[in-house]
């Protein structure tokens, strides 16, 4: 099941990084697209701030892949750096919160297609 929310992710730049689309994460790492390229090297360490609520979770990590979609975007691959229990956690916490939260709206969608079809079409 699919889960979507932002992120940003800072290397050592002063500048303020772009927003970039989750694609997809766990507690290993994470890939993320950005709309156009970006700066960012293999073995590059940078910070990953996810922002699916009200807090962001923060976490280290070294980039360990970048490359071109067929899209056009560019995807990212970093991978958690170790020693990050607590934030780890955080994340976890958050990633089923919103896998409960998607499964509810699945679910809730489901019922009400069930509830269309039992209804009769007046003619």
Request: aromatic fraction near 4%; charge should be negative.
């Amino acid at each position: 099941m699919p889960i979507s929310f932002r992120a940003r992710v800072a290397n050592v730049s002063e500048t303020i990084p772009p927003e970039v689309d989750v694609v997809d994460v766990s507690l290993g790492g994470a890939l993320v697209a950005y709309a156009e390229p970006v700066g960012l090297l293999d073995g590059e360490r940078v910070v990953v701030s996810f922002v699916p609520v009200d807090a962001p979770v923060m976490l280290l990590g070294q980039v360990v892949r970048v490359a071109r979609g067929t899209d056009f975007r560019t995807y990212v691959a970093v991978r958690f750096a170790e020693q990050q229990d607590d934030e780890l956690t955080r994340l976890d916490g958050e990633l089923e919160r919103l896998r409960r939260r998607q499964a509810a709206i699945d679910q809730a969608g489901s019922s009400a297609s069930s509830a269309l079809a039992a209804c009769p079409i007046a003619e």
